[in-house]
């Protein structure tokens, strides 16, 4: 139906192996370029399709990424953390005065701003680092924005590790808040299916309580249509996502 230039498999995910699985990175037909660029809306990025995290690029996230320019009023500083290649920043690039995208991978920040030129955009600051201690450095320092991003990897990939989880996404989410001006949107995420969208809801108005701040629920997000949840399959909804906005 598509008559695709390439077919790439990409069987290297751990949980293979508590399988017996063989893990392998390879091209099944065709050939491909080393970088291949896509379109997601008026944003175009390049995948690394044999590198990159996942399939090159988390296309569960699309229309949360979609989503994002519209939550701006006016121009405002941004963070995106956990950026990645820039996704979530891209989206933003176009409505905020300037945007920082934070991650600990200097690749992913180099393909980042390869993106960014690719787009037109100037505004946006790629900076490799931790985000907890970034976070913690920009509260001392009285930085604050307008919007957050919050994207990060799963912190609890086994019921035996929600407990930590649980101290991360609250630790998380509090240094965040605290980054906020008076009504600004915070857009939080979990991929972690151990951790559920009620327990990532506690978490947040723990938090929130902890530093006297109001968080107004404007929507939930779930992954992207193209990822079905199946209600025979609870693994398959694992993406909670909440936009808030914080008084």
């Not at 609250?170 to 991929?191: D, M, Q």
């Amino acid at each position: 139906m598509l008559n695709p230039d390439a077919v790439v498999i990409r069987n290297d995910p751990e949980v293979r192996s508590l399988e017996g699985l063989a893990q392998e990175i390879r091209i099944l037909s065709g050939k491909i370029p080393e970088t291949v660029w896509i379109r997601e809306g008026d944003i175009r990025y390049s995948v690394d399709l044999l590198k990159g995290q996942k399939t090159g690029a988390y296309l569960d996230q699309r229309e949360n990424r979609l989503l994002q320019g519209s939550l701006l009023t006016g121009p405002g500083r941004v963070l995106d953390c956990f950026s990645y290649t820039g996704g979530f920043a891209l989206h933003l690039a176009g409505k905020a005065e300037s945007v920082t995208a934070i991650d600990d991978s200097a690749q992913a920040l180099e393909t980042g701003r390869r993106n960014a030129e690719k787009n037109g955009f100037n505004n946006i600051t790629f900076l490799k680092a931790n985000v907890f201690d970034f976070l913690k450095r920009e509260e001392n320092a009285s930085n604050k924005y307008d919007l957050i991003v919050l994207d990060p990897p799963p912190f609890a990939r086994k019921k035996s590790a929600l407990s930590g989880a649980l101290r991360g996404y609250r630790e998380l989410n509090l240094r965040a808040l605290r980054c906020l001006k008076p009504g600004g949107i915070l857009s939080t995420f979990s991929c972690s299916y151990n951790m559920s969208e009620a327990r990532l809801g506690e978490v947040i108005s723990q938090a929130a309580q902890g530093i006297k701040k109001r968080v107004i629920l404007l929507e939930k997000r779930l992954q992207s249509g193209d990822h079905p949840i199946l209600l025979n399959f609870p693994e398959s909804n694992y993406l909670k996502g909440m936009i808030l906005r914080v008084t």
